[in-house]
């Protein structure tokens, strides 16, 4: 078991590698010019040239992968270009925002999208379960903002049961900090709900078909102690497997949500460095992102171990 732990892990190393190498290479070669948006439309082309000169834009693309890379394994991120504070300390300040947002996100959808997967697979073929799949389709159909601009018009402008826009922290307030999340939250787990409740309901459904299942029926066990500790027990891998899958789909809402709703998260922190042009921010938000998703990933590997111990051997 250390050891299957150990080359998990290890394997995680050349992936955030190759990731900064594409996430450099991308926006090295994304037109428009750092230096230009810097010294703005009165710059001159000299005052361009210095700038760029200065910025270390001039070099040669392998040397300033090296020159990043190296600060990078340092723990430095380096500066963003036009807030002027170190990358790190910018994504400090607007994590916050985002783990919670993903927090109650994945607790909404855990709590949706597994218990309607059982139902469905227990109830297959039957009109709770069609209508429970359609669902789910129109859950994949539906782009995350315009979900989020349906609840604020409802829930928001109309029954006006919630802020449309802002964020209270939970310092400040944990009835706040949760008003104010609830509609981001919702409309985020809108297509994580689906795509959970569809492989829930398919890893479930092959479950209910083995032989075990038969046998504990047949000894008399209840159908809910069927369904939760023999049915959903075993298909908790494949369950596991799509909730790291579906953290992307996390990450890519968070950016769409956080601008909907307002939210000065890290979603809303990417949108305003790709805007800016601001390669230093991109980098260092794309990378952390991608590096929380790699973590992810390897915690939803390693909880194969104890959903099934036969793993270990």
Do not use: C
């Amino acid at each position: 078991m250390l050891m299957f732990i150990l080359r998990r892990t290890l394997a995680t190393i050349p992936v955030l590698v190759v990731v900064a190498l594409i996430v450099f290479i991308m926006l090295h070669l994304a037109p428009g010019d750092p230096a230009a948006l810097i010294v703005g439309d009165s710059g001159t082309v000299q005052d361009i040239a210095h700038m760029r000169e200065q910025l270390g834009l001039n070099d040669p693309l392998p040397l300033q992968f090296a020159h990043w890379f190296g600060r990078l394994l340092q723990g430095d991120l380096g500066h963003s270009l036009f807030i002027q504070q170190s990358v790190t300390s910018l994504i400090a300040q607007r994590i916050g925002p985002t783990v919670s947002l993903a927090v109650l996100t994945l607790g909404f959808t855990l709590a949706l999208a597994i218990p309607l997967g059982t139902i469905a697979a227990w109830k297959r073929n039957s009109w709770l379960d069609r209508s429970l799949m359609a669902a789910s389709a129109l859950g994949f159909s539906v782009p995350a903002f315009v979900v989020g601009y349906a609840l604020i018009w409802l829930f928001g402008l109309q029954l006006r049961w919630f802020p449309v826009q802002g964020y209270t922290p939970a310092s400040q307030s944990i009835g706040g900090w949760l008003h104010g999340l609830i509609l981001p939250a919702l409309t985020l787990s809108f297509v994580y709900v689906a795509l959970i409740a569809r492989v829930t309901r398919a890893a479930v459904s092959e479950a209910l078909t083995e032989d075990y299942i038969r046998t504990a029926r047949a000894k008399g066990i209840s159908e809910w102690r069927v369904l939760t500790r023999h049915a959903l027990a075993n298909a908790a891998v494949p369950i596991a497997t799509v909730v790291g899958i579906g953290i992307a789909l996390l990450i890519t809402g968070v950016v769409v949500t956080e601008t909907v709703f307002a939210i000065p998260g890290l979603g809303r922190l990417t949108v305003e460095s790709v805007l800016a042009r601001d390669f230093p921010l991109i980098q260092g938000v794309t990378l952390f992102f991608s590096f929380v998703y790699v973590v992810v990933n390897l915690l939803v590997d390693l909880s194969y171990l104890l959903l099934d111990p036969r793993i270990r051997y």
